[in-house]
């Protein structure tokens, strides 16, 4: 009750209202975009928030996440492409409702359901975070540290086929995470003789550099035409009846995705297509799924929007960004001096307060945006893509440039781009590298006070009980990978020398 | 069969050559506590060229257990049209670097004008008015948000006497 209370005023504040709703629209928009995931969305953002007041600039990245969310739904449906990651699951249905000739009633299903999952995401996360945050007080140096190896531990989980490569991504942050000035002694390490060097390399850099310019040149290299929109739909909203019918797939899809949102690595593409199952499991017609059920599209989008708030416990509680977004936003609260995690309640409550109430009108805004945008977004999907990168590629070289009036920063920022593009070709995985960037410091800083107010004796690790904790359920959730991908390993094999003997 | 993972490892392995060098190189300062500022960077560097060795011990295995006409197939489906895709991409990265310095001289109107104009044009739109438009019209929209609206100092060059 405290917490609602204290987001009321924000409610009346005009920066943050302005933030919500502009973040929002710009999100509904980049998420309709196909290639343009909402983590680029709010990258291309970021430049932007260094000239803004701390609070309107989290509002502004939150509200993108959340808008970029419903945008996803908007190609899946209309041309079965998913501008989103998390919108997959919405092609199964939303596309074959489109070929019915109700595209409108499944963009309001989307829309109407998208709405029903932030505000139990919203209501959740201001539920949850104060609590995991409340024992701030009692962090040391070691606790610091132990949390910075836990958040480096999500690494188990989000480095894709290859726990290996998900290694090496991470270290590559680590390491830029060490140019600058020491943290300790105050020299300096790998700036070469440059003094753009010495504040070290922002996070906001790479992050751009990986994400967008990355993306950028991906799609030169591919350069294939997507389908156009051809329809003009209007959205629909379901009728009682069928507002009746949704509940129990938009519980489940609230249920699943605030789970996966509050589990840093699992993200909102699973929590999709885990409550599509779900949903067709529980539906008095299964039957419908796959050809144009209206539950198919309630519970996956009920589902991604849910994670777009709950992702925000684990960072705002402990600081581990779980997903692409919440890196992009942790990028953010960086940019203005904030750092998440258990000071940050302490601290800057303001900016909490603020943060909940500027979600609160980004969700309204959503549905407002959402009937509004409609037409804008048909019109955005539907441009020649040459123009839209060029335009894109400008604002990213702008933005970066309006940040310290540098083009060193414009230059490690396209370096940043062309590791990314190699990356991708080379199937490594972007976030841990980003873990890495903006953990390395906390790890390191954390790791070598400890050691300086120990007098270098390595149990004070695990002499503190919060210290002691956090490497213990790091070490729990690297084994749980590591034995999942083991078992995983081992069943292929299985299954590839019994496809070896067969053809045999 | 050079895969991913072995031209991953590899480069791997390189990095972490070189950053462990540098950081050998580090002085320790008699004000540095006992790990000193060259510690961390020592261990990340050995991590990572273990981790470069580990990827490509895991290619070596995976390539001996495999038989000659799978290796064949998977190189040629690894790397079909890779090429192409990476001199594609390097076009635009050239476009985009080449900014860097014509800005200085140019100033920010114009270098940005002509910079959406190649690029539009080198992904593909034909040479038409449309290009020489949106590359003009994006510039000012830009120029109007960076400079006019949020009063960032962009570059100035050759049109600085008219103070654009």
Redesign the interface.
């Known amino acids: 009750m405290d917490t609602i209370l204290a987001s009321l005023p924000y409610l009346l504040e005009p920066s943050i209202l302005i933030a919500a709703m502009i973040g929002v629209t710009w999100g509904i928009l980049g998420g309709a975009m196909p290639g343009i995931s909402p983590s680029i969305t709010m990258a291309l953002l970021l430049p ?1 928030t260094y ?1 803004m007041e701390p609070t309107a600039a989290i509002v502004l990245l939150a509200s993108t996440y959340i808008g970029a969310e419903y945008g996803g739904s908007v190609p899946a449906i209309l041309i079965r492409t998913p501008g989103t990651n998390a919108a997959a699951a919405t092609v199964l249905d939303g596309y074959e409702m489109n070929k019915q000739g109700k595209a409108g009633l499944a963009l309001g299903i989307s829309l109407y359901s998208g709405f029903i999952g932030s505000m139990i995401g919203l209501a959740l996360l201001m539920l949850l975070s104060k609590p995991l945050a409340g024992v701030a007080l009692a962090f040391t140096p070691p606790a610091y540290f132990a949390l910075g190896i836990l958040g480096l531990s999500v690494i188990a989980t989000l480095s894709g086929d ?1 726990l ?2 998900g ?2 991504a991470a ?2 942050g ?2 830029v995470a ?1 140019v600058g000035t ?1 943290p ?2 105050g ?1 300096n ?2 700036t070469f003789g440059s003094s753009d060097l010495l504040g070290g390399i922002e996070p906001v850099m790479i992050m751009v550099g990986l994400f967008a ?1 990355s993306e ?3 799609q ?4 294939d035409d997507i389908n156009k929109i051809r329809s003009r739909p209007k959205i629909e909203f379901p009728g009682r009846h069928l507002a009746k019918r949704l509940i129990r797939p938009q519980l489940l899809g609230a249920g699943i995705g605030s789970f996966e949102g509050v589990m840093p690595g699992a993200g909102g593409t699973i929590a999709s297509f885990m409550s599509y199952n779900e949903a067709r499991r529980w539906s008095s017609k299964p039957d419908e799924f796959g050809k144009g059920s209206p539950e198919g599209i309630a519970a996956p989008e009920t589902a991604n929007n849910a994670v777009a708030e709950t992702a925000l416990v684990p960072l705002l509680s402990f600081g581990i960004p779980g997903s692409n977004s919440t890196a992009i936003l942790l990028g953010g609260f960086l940019i203005h001096g904030l750092q998440p995690g258990p000071m940050l309640f302490q601290r800057s409550a303001d900016v909490i307060s603020g943060l909940y109430a500027g979600l609160f009108v980004a969700i309204v805004g959503m549905v407002v945006m959402g009937l509004a945008m409609l037409p804008i977004c048909i019109w955005m999907v539907n441009r ?4 839209l ?3 894109i ?3 990213i ?2 933005g970066i ?2 940040i310290h ?1 540098s ?1 060193f920063d ?2 490690i920022m ?1 370096t940043a ?2 590791v990314g ?2 990356m991708r ?4 995985p972007f976030l841990p590298t980003v873990l890495g960037l903006v953990l390395g410091y906390l790890v ?1 800083s954390n ?2 006070r400890s ?2 107010l120990s007098g ?1 004796d390595y149990t004070v690790f695990t002499n503190d009980w919060i210290s002691l904790g956090l490497l213990t359920v790091a070490a729990l959730f690297i084994a749980g990978s590591i034995i999942k991908r083991a078992a995983a390993a081992w069943r292929r094999d299985e299954r590839a020398a019994f496809s070896e003997g067969s053809e045999g | 069969m050079i895969t991913r993972d072995a031209v991953g490892g590899l480069a791997a392995i390189g990095l972490g050559a070189c950053y462990l060098y540098f950081a050998s190189q580090m002085r320790a300062s008699s004000l540095a506590d006992s790990f000193g500022p060259q510690g961390m960077p020592l261990v990340y560097g050995w991590l990572m060229l273990g981790l470069g060795v580990v990827l490509v011990l895991q290619w070596l295995v995976a390539t001996s257990r495999s038989s000659s006409e799978t290796r064949q197939a998977a190189h040629a489906d690894a790397w079909r049209g890779q090429g192409r895709k990476i001199l594609r991409a390097g076009g635009l990265f050239g476009l985009a670097a080449a900014y860097l310095p014509i800005v200085q001289t140019l100033g920010y109107l114009p270098s940005m004008a002509l910079l959406t104009f190649a690029v539009a044009l080198y992904l593909g739109a034909p040479l038409t008015w449309r290009p020489v438009a949106i590359g003009i019209g994006g510039a000012i929209v830009l120029w109007l948000i960076f400079v006019q609206l949020l009063g960032v100092p962009m570059p100035r060059g050759i049109l600085s006497a008219f103070g654009l």
Do not use: H, W
Request: no cysteine.
């Open positions: 932007f000239t290859s290996v490569k290694l090496i270290l590559l680590l390491m060490t020491d300790v002694t020299s390490r790998f310019m950028l040149l991906a030169a290299s591919k350069r020649p893509r040459p123009y990168n060029a335009f590629l400008a604002l070289l702008s440039y309006s009036g083009l414009v230059g396209l781009g062309l593009f190699f070709i080379l199937r490594f390191e790791f070598r050691l300086v270098d």
